[in-house]
């Protein structure tokens, strides 16, 4: 349990200051497909570098976010925004394990929950 808290925090905490310089030096298009992959890759590496679970590294991701979302966002929709960082997290973790334990390539993982990342951050993004 410890291996995934440590995990899921020091991804979430390499992810922010690479998500600010990200979007500081290429503005909110990083949003769409850069962001997704650093923090697909900076998740998954983390559960595989601590060897634990990528479900729950994710999810301890997405409550970090989460809580930064409730925080940082209009009142009037940060605690939706709060559950659907912890939702979309989860889903992207589950996304990966599945295909690294199908497919033993965790990088086939990463990239496909990227896509699927990438895809929400779109679709919050321009249809929201």
């Keep these: 349990m410890i291996r995934i808290l ?7 905490g390499f992810s922010y200051i690479l ?5 500081t030096k290429l503005g909110d298009r ?3 497909v850069l962001i997704p992959f650093i923090e697909e890759m ?3 590496t983390a559960a595989i570098v601590l060897k634990t679970n990528f479900i729950g590294v994710h ?4 409550c970090i976010e989460g809580i930064y979302d ?9 605690k939706w925004a709060a559950l659907a960082s912890v939702i979309s997290h989860t889903f992207f973790g589950s996304v990966t394990f599945l295909i690294y334990t199908t497919t033993q390539r965790a990088l086939l993982g990463i990239l496909v929950a990227w896509i699927f990342h990438s895809t929400w951050n779109w679709y ?3 249809k929201i």
Excluded: D, E, R
């Design 6 to 12: 440590i995990a899921g925090i020091f991804s979430a």
């Design 19 to 23: 998500n600010k310089l990200m979007l």
């Design 30 to 32: 990083a949003l769409i």
């Design 42 to 44: 900076a998740k998954s």
């Design 59 to 62: 999810f301890v991701f997405g």
């Design 70 to 78: 409730y925080i940082y966002s209009n009142k009037k929709i940060g």
């Design 124 to 126: 919050i993004t321009n």
